[in-house]
């Protein structure tokens, strides 16, 4: 989650903050929609791009792909930055209009941008068990 933070702090900053005036915490936020793989969150058509996303181009995706639709809600977040149950709600709700192929040159530029600082500290942490990603 550190690089969730650094990227959203460097690429939305005004989600962050309206985050932080919401006191809804990222880490939050995006852990649930990760360990539910965006399930209840996104249609299931864009739960399998994820899935193919991650799986065919690479566990850092997961990241790229969730700062993606945090783009998508930006205006949303935005707008409900001082009310609090607004932006609980997003942590609950399914997000409406996310689609993919509109959002794949967004993250491949935040793939050119920090994969090597990604993967390098993924593998630093997988190799703790003996597991490895090339980078």
Same mark, same amino acid.
């Given at each position: 989650?550190?690089?969730?933070?650094?990227?959203?702090? %460097?690429?939305? =900053?005004?989600?962050?903050?309206?985050?932080? $005036?919401?006191?809804? =915490?990222?880490?939050?936020?995006?852990?649930? /929609?990760?360990?539910?793989?965006?399930?209840?969150?996104?249609? /299931? %058509?864009?739960?399998?791009? &994820?899935?193919?996303?991650?799986?065919?181009?690479? =566990? *850092?995706?997961?990241? &790229?792909?969730?700062?993606?639709?945090?783009?998508?809600? %930006?205006?949303?977040?935005?707008?409900?930055? *001082?009310?609090?149950? =607004?932006?609980?709600?997003?942590?609950?709700?399914? $997000?409406?209009?996310?689609?993919?192929?509109?959002?794949?040159?967004?993250? *491949?530029?935040?793939?050119?941008?920090?994969?090597?600082?990604?993967?390098? *500290?993924?593998?630093?942490?997988?190799?703790?068990?003996? /597991?490895?990603?090339?980078?």
């Amino acid at each position: 989650m550190h690089h969730m933070g650094a990227l959203v702090e %460097q690429e939305l =900053p005004g989600v962050q903050a309206a985050l932080q $005036i919401g006191r809804v =915490p990222l880490s939050s936020l995006c852990a649930g /929609w990760l360990r539910q793989c965006y399930l209840g969150v996104l249609s /299931w %058509q864009e739960v399998c791009h &994820y899935v193919a996303l991650v799986t065919c181009l690479g =566990p *850092d995706y997961m990241l &790229y792909f969730t700062v993606a639709v945090l783009r998508h809600v %930006q205006s949303a977040v935005l707008l409900a930055a *001082d009310q609090p149950l =607004p932006l609980l709600v997003l942590k609950l709700s399914s $997000i409406q209009g996310f689609l993919t192929r509109e959002h794949l040159p967004y993250m *491949d530029t935040l793939c050119r941008r920090y994969r090597r600082s990604v993967l390098s *500290d993924l593998n630093a942490c997988l190799n703790q068990y003996k /597991w490895g990603y090339e980078v």
